[in-house]
């Protein structure tokens, strides 16, 4: 979606630039006709005095943006057309049009004498006859507060500027060489960071995961190419919890953050790891991307990516550089293994959790009701070792 919006002064050309606009397939609202429609509501007369009066009453009773929220009302409808937004009056209702992605504002302008001459040449019955009634009207309609006409306001607010002191050739070239401007940026905005762009793969390849709990994602880059990829997953060749058809670790009751040897699955970062090396390829130097999401009951949630201890260690050994990890909101937050290294040097790790805010419960497990729980899931876990022993045996 693009809304190009316009305001301007008197006969500056603003329609011109509306119906080019239409004429290259946008759609064409004005915030005028929401008044118009407002009189024809009303069975009143529509006159430039009733259209201004109206407007201000309008913004008075409902909120000085009601007129850019019932335009955006009809946009909401058609999404993915493009539009241009005209008779923009109020500092509001650019305050509520740039809440849409990629809204523009331009401000038409020209001379006054030349607007005063294209005035005499259209000939309108209620048109400012003289020069000084031409600004009087203008200032008129160029309030500071309140409810009435801010045009003053309007145009400071637009970032983009059009003289329209030629010809309408002219004109039409400024306008394409506008368009031209206007994709630049929407290709600027679009484009992701370095970052977000590599997390984006990481969440993609999470997707491949064969984990019932979570789906993790990793990608190792050096000298910026991608030079590894590893999701949670079981070992080659052996079944998952997929083809299982259930969790082991949820069905012997352990609790998140503990016991990870008692997981079919190596996690994200491990596999990454793992497959440079069986590829013979060096991550000294490299930074390790990493996004996670959780799944329960068939809801997906993002969280607060940070590598597990052993992960961790892995990293620290394997000489990578930085640690790229996604948080839960849509933002990122980087680490450095340096730092890492240093502050376990100082302090021991159990400290860490506290320092990433990752909820491992490393000290959890020292609680005597978890030791408790511990033996219960190690018995647990020899239970069913065993009875999948005998189950093989019999078999065989």
């Given at each position: 979606m693009?809304?190009?919006?316009?305001?301007?002064?008197?006969c500056?050309?603003?329609?011109?630039?509306?119906?080019?606009?239409?004429?290259?397939?946008?759609?064409?609202?004005?915030?005028?006709?929401?008044?118009?429609?407002e009189?024809?509501s009303?069975?009143?007369?529509?006159?430039?005095?009733?259209?201004?009066?109206?407007?201000?009453?309008?913004?008075?009773?409902?909120?000085?943006?009601?007129?850019?929220?019932?335009?955006?009302?009809?946009?909401?409808?058609?999404?993915?057309?493009?539009?241009?937004?005209?008779?923009?009056?109020?500092?509001?209702?650019?305050?509520t049009?740039?809440?849409?992605?990629?809204?523009?504002?331009?401000?038409?302008?020209?001379?006054?004498?030349?607007?005063?001459?294209?005035?005499?040449?259209?000939?309108?019955?209620?048109?400012?006859?003289?020069?000084?009634?031409?600004?009087?009207?203008?200032?008129?309609?160029?309030?500071?507060?309140?409810?009435?006409?801010?045009?003053?306001?309007?145009?400071?607010?637009?970032?983009?500027?059009?003289?329209?002191?030629?010809?309408?050739?002219?004109?039409?070239?400024?306008?394409?060489?506008l368009?031209?401007?206007?994709?630049?940026?929407?290709?600027?905005?679009?484009?992701?960071?370095?970052?977000?762009?590599?997390?984006n793969?990481?969440?993609?390849?999470?997707s491949?995961?064969?984990?019932?709990?979570?789906?993790?994602?990793?990608?190792?880059?050096?000298?910026?190419?991608?030079?590894?990829?590893?999701?949670?997953?079981?070992?080659?060749?052996?079944?998952?919890?997929?083809?299982?058809?259930?969790?082991?670790?949820?069905?012997?009751?352990?609790?998140?953050?503990?016991?990870?040897?008692?997981?079919?699955?190596?996690?994200?970062?491990?596999?990454?790891?793992i497959?440079a090396?069986?590829?013979?390829?060096?991550?000294?130097?490299?930074?390790?991307?990493?996004?996670?999401?959780?799944?329960?009951?068939?809801?997906?949630?993002?969280?607060?990516?940070?590598?597990?201890?052993?992960?961790?260690?892995?990293?620290?050994?394997?000489?990578?550089n930085?640690?790229?990890?996604?948080?839960?909101?849509?933002?990122?937050?980087?680490?450095?293994?340096?730092?890492?290294?240093?502050?376990?040097?100082?302090?021991?790790?159990?400290?860490?959790?506290?320092?990433?805010?990752?909820?491992?419960?490393?000290?959890?497990?020292?609680?005597?009701?978890?030791?408790?729980?511990?033996?219960?899931?190690?018995?647990?876990?020899?239970?069913?070792?065993?009875?999948?022993?005998?189950?093989?045996?019999?078999?065989?």
């Amino acid at each position: 979606m693009i809304i190009i919006g316009l305001t301007g002064s008197y006969c500056s050309g603003k329609d011109l630039v509306a119906q080019y606009l239409v004429d290259k397939g946008f759609i064409h609202f004005s915030l005028s006709d929401m008044i118009r429609e407002e009189l024809t509501s009303r069975n009143k007369q529509i006159t430039r005095d009733s259209l201004i009066k109206t407007g201000n009453e309008l913004r008075k009773n409902y909120g000085n943006g009601v007129l850019a929220k019932r335009a955006i009302e009809k946009i909401n409808q058609n999404p993915s057309a493009r539009y241009v937004i005209s008779s923009i009056r109020h500092g509001s209702e650019v305050e509520t049009l740039r809440k849409k992605s990629n809204f523009f504002l331009v401000n038409v302008d020209a001379p006054i004498k030349i607007r005063f001459d294209r005035m005499n040449e259209r000939a309108r019955e209620n048109d400012p006859q003289t020069l000084v009634e031409l600004r009087a009207s203008e200032k008129r309609e160029s309030q500071k507060k309140g409810s009435a006409q801010q045009l003053g306001i309007v145009r400071k607010l637009a970032k983009i500027n059009l003289i329209n002191d030629k010809n309408v050739t002219i004109l039409q070239k400024k306008l394409d060489n506008l368009l031209n401007d206007i994709n630049v940026k929407l290709v600027q905005r679009s484009r992701p960071s370095k970052e977000q762009y590599y997390l984006n793969i990481s969440k993609s390849i999470g997707s491949r995961g064969t984990c019932l709990s979570v789906q993790f994602g990793a990608v190792i880059v050096k000298d910026d190419q991608i030079i590894a990829t590893g999701y949670v997953g079981s070992p080659r060749k052996t079944q998952s919890c997929i083809e299982r058809g259930f969790c082991l670790r949820r069905k012997l009751g352990v609790p998140s953050g503990h016991r990870y040897e008692i997981c079919r699955s190596a996690h994200a970062e491990m596999n990454a790891i793992i497959n440079a090396a069986r590829a013979g390829v060096s991550l000294l130097g490299g930074d390790i991307y990493l996004y996670g999401e959780r799944i329960h009951e068939g809801q997906r949630t993002p969280i607060d990516m940070h590598p597990c201890f052993i992960c961790k260690k892995l990293i620290i050994n394997a000489g990578l550089n930085r640690v790229i990890c996604s948080r839960a909101d849509g933002s990122f937050i980087t680490h450095t293994v340096e730092g890492w290294i240093k502050d376990w040097q100082k302090q021991d790790m159990l400290d860490d959790r506290f320092q990433y805010n990752a909820n491992y419960g490393v000290k959890d497990v020292l609680l005597p009701e978890v030791k408790k729980d511990n033996k219960t899931i190690f018995k647990k876990t020899n239970n069913v070792l065993n009875k999948n022993s005998k189950t093989i045996k019999k078999k065989k």
